[in-house]
């Protein structure tokens, strides 16, 4: 286990010095962390273990975006309230904190899951969404959330326990008001389960008793989250189902307009027939998925030099042999008697850094685009 302790006497660990150390830390086979943190941000993510094992996280006073893209094999607890952000973009981490979070909690969250012991701020779980190719994200929180939350939310699945955490604690705490003002503006998908009063939603979201389906993830998850964030005692007053709805956008007619054409016609057209192939993060343009040195010669090359004996006569002056960093280039002979080139290019040795053609007085190097996967 690595114990970082960021503050010594009077100096303070900068987030890059804390960052750098943690990777090379992570690099050289740790995985458990203790993080005596003082404000620094972007503790926990996104990192991994070449081996894939579990990396472990224990951080107190984190700064913003703790666990903020975080991967799957990524376990942060966080010991103690954290400030905006965690789990900004979470990716596959486990992520509980201990007191409560800042706002845009969960914001952009495609995978992983969250635990939040205390309350969230204002627009928690903002543009969650369900990247097909993972399990959805999940958002826990035992307390409230503040206005505007779940704003743009495309999906996943969030939990608001609305217990109160200025007074109503203790074993049977009463259902607060969960969700501040304006919740779920733009919601297009994902569910959000809330246990007491549903405000009013905007157009086009409907507030639904839970069914069959909804307990069979809910009660287990329930308890998994109240073990995580060390509230075990409050399952049987939260099992009361009855003091819960789901929160959805309205897909399928209902109380939205419904009509075909309309507003929820096209957005089950959509995710029907327009939802990105691959997943939400797949590429927008087709990639070869082939991985290239950050300097590459050969095909890995963005550009390679052509010769051209037309542009003009060659000095033979030889500058551009002698410039070239890589010693790529070869005089094969002289100009003259038809001969098509008097240099060849080693492929194996030439990065395409273009020197050949900035040093030749008589312009005869060109640059041209290397298409992936062309022949050497
Ligand atoms: S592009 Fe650069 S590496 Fe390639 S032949 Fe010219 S100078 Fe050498
Ligand atoms: S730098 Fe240009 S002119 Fe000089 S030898 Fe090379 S190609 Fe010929």
Redesign the pocket.
């Known amino acids: 286990m690595l114990f970082i302790s960021t503050v010594n006497g009077h100096e303070r660990m900068s987030t890059r010095d804390l960052l750098l150390r943690i990777k090379s830390a992570v690099e050289a086979g740790e995985t458990d962390f203790r993080i005596e943190a003082s404000g620094q941000h972007d503790i926990g993510g996104p990192l991994w273990n070449a081996q894939g094992r579990t990396l472990h996280f224990e951080v107190s006073n984190p700064g913003q975006r703790v666990g903020s893209m975080a991967l799957p094999g990524t376990e942060i607890v966080v010991r103690g309230p954290a400030p905006a952000d965690v789990g900004w973009l979470n990716s596959g981490g486990r992520i509980t904190v201990l007191g409560d979070c800042g706002d845009t909690t969960g914001h952009c969250a495609a995978a992983g899951v969250i635990h939040v012991a205390g309350r969230a701020g204002t627009r928690t779980g903002s543009l969650m969404k369900h990247d097909p190719r993972r399990e959805p994200p999940e958002l826990w929180v035992l307390g409230t959330v503040s206005s505007f939350a779940f704003e743009f939310m495309g999906g996943g699945r969030a939990v608001v326990c609305g217990v109160d955490a200025g007074g109503g604690g203790g074993e049977h705490p009463a259902p607060s008001v969960p969700l501040g003002e304006r919740p779920c503006v733009g919601m297009v998908g994902g569910v959000v389960y809330v246990r007491g009063a549903v405000p009013e939603l905007p157009p086009g979201v409907r507030g639904l008793p839970l069914d069959d389906a909804d307990l069979a993830w809910l009660a287990p998850g329930l308890a998994s989250f109240l073990a995580a964030v060390e509230r075990p005692e409050l399952m049987k007053a939260l099992s009361r189902w009855r003091d819960w709805r789901k929160i959805v956008p309205d897909m399928h007619g209902g109380d939205g307009d419904g009509a075909p054409g309309g507003r929820d016609g096209a957005m089950r057209r959509f995710r029907a027939h327009s939802w990105p192939e691959g997943g939400l993060f797949g590429d927008v343009l087709p990639d070869s998925g082939r991985v290239t040195d950050l300097v590459a ?1 050969g095909d890995g ?1 963005l ?3 052509v010769w051209d004996a037309e542009a003009g006569p060659c000095r033979e002056c030889l500058a ?1 042999v002698r ?7 070869r005089r094969r002979g002289a100009t003259g008697g038809g001969a098509p080139c008097v240099f060849s ?2 492929p194996a ?9 900035a ?1 030749c007085p008589q312009g005869l ?1 060109r ?1 041209v685009p290397v298409p992936e996967g062309a022949p050497l």
């Open positions: 010669s090359r550009r390679a030099p551009c410039a070239c960093p890589q010693a790529a280039l290019v080693e040795r030439c990065i395409g850094c273009g020197i050949c053609v040093v190097w640059l």
